[in-house]
């Protein structure tokens, strides 16, 4: 599943190409990916086709493109694009034909011209909707749409507020990696980066939350903030083809990981074997010795 580094990079790269881009023509290839939208494949080409993309937003792992109704108001609809577990939107020419294709935009940007926008999902559990925009709670004059609200602010955000989210974790009773994985409590961290801040932390992932020491909570929302802020750096983690930014290409971080799909390989801290249980109906990676419950 895609993370906030993968979804940062696909944002920051769509970014340039569909600020101010207009919506010239829709294509639905398949209707599996509108599983979210309000309504069917004819509604969701005839409300997007000819509006204007006004921005590339996100929150956590949610993508949005805001649109414009052309008439100087403030946008109050987006388009909203959820990779799920293999989906890419692949910035290319108007020639352009990619295998896979479940969406297709076409679309005209003042500057650079005729481009597509390509949602390729090999799986089909990701999906494009049409969805309302609301002012935030904490933040008014910030809009994010209806099926994003419930998502809380990711930990590179600016309005991430620390101390309500030390003081959540520390009343809620389940394991520290669950909570870490609770989207509704801090967002965009996925399996991945939570095996690799929980090592870097030396916590164990099954940790109870109100056993960790406020100290040991901020170290982890550090740890977290640097592994998030590496991977972005190294264009997210790539273990094959499907996880590509905008231009088909790959991300690096894999190289980098210390935890996460390293069992049977020596710990880079104390050099005993990194193991990986069953967690969750995925799997949890750490050294039992340099990450034991307290």
């Known amino acids: 599943m895609p993370e906030l580094p993968e979804v940062e990079v696909v944002r920051a790269g769509l970014a340039p190409a569909v600020t101010g881009a207009v919506i010239e023509g ?24 000819g509006r204007t993309l006004v921005a590339a ?3 956590g792992k949610f993508l949005w493109l805001p649109l414009s109704d052309d008439g100087g108001n403030l946008p109050d609809e987006a388009l909203v694009v959820h990779l799920g577990m293999s989906g890419q939107v692949l910035l290319r020419d108007r020639d352009a034909h990619d295998r896979l294709t479940r969406i297709r935009l076409d679309i005209s940007h003042p500057v650079h011209g005729a ?25 008014p004059r910030e809009r994010v749409p209806v099926q994003v609200a419930h998502i809380a602010r990711d930990p590179l955000d600016p309005l991430f507020d620390d101390r309500v989210f030390l003081k959540r974790l520390a009343i809620r009773r389940t394991g520290v ?9 801090i967002s965009g961290i996925g399996n991945i980066y939570a095996d690799e801040a929980l090592w870097a932390s030396r916590i164990h992932y099954d940790q109870p939350t109100d056993r960790l020491s406020r100290a ?6 550090a740890e977290v903030r640097v592994v998030l802020a590496k991977a972005l750096l190294e264009g997210g983690t ?43 109906n995925r799997g949890s990676h750490f050294c039992p010795f340099c990450q034991r419950v307290r």
């Open 216 to 221: 040991k909570a901020t170290l982890l929302l």
């Open 26 to 49: 829709v294509e639905v290839f398949d209707e599996r990916s509108l599983r979210r939208h309000d309504g069917p494949s004819e509604d969701f080409v005839q409300r997007l086709t």
């Open 238 to 280: 790539s273990f094959d083809t499907q996880y590509l930014n905008v231009n088909g290409e790959s991300g690096y971080f894999a190289h980098s990981l210390k935890a996460y799909g390293q069992q049977g390989k020596a710990c880079p801290r104390c050099s005993r074997l990194i193991v990986r249980e069953q967690f969750m």
């Open 177 to 185: 990696k669950r909570a870490l994985l609770d989207q509704s409590l």
């Open 115 to 139: 481009l597509r926008l390509n949602f390729v999902d090999q799986r089909i559990f990701g999906s494009m909707a049409i969805s309302p925009l609301a002012p935030t709670v904490d933040a």
């Open 57 to 59: 937003s996100r929150r």
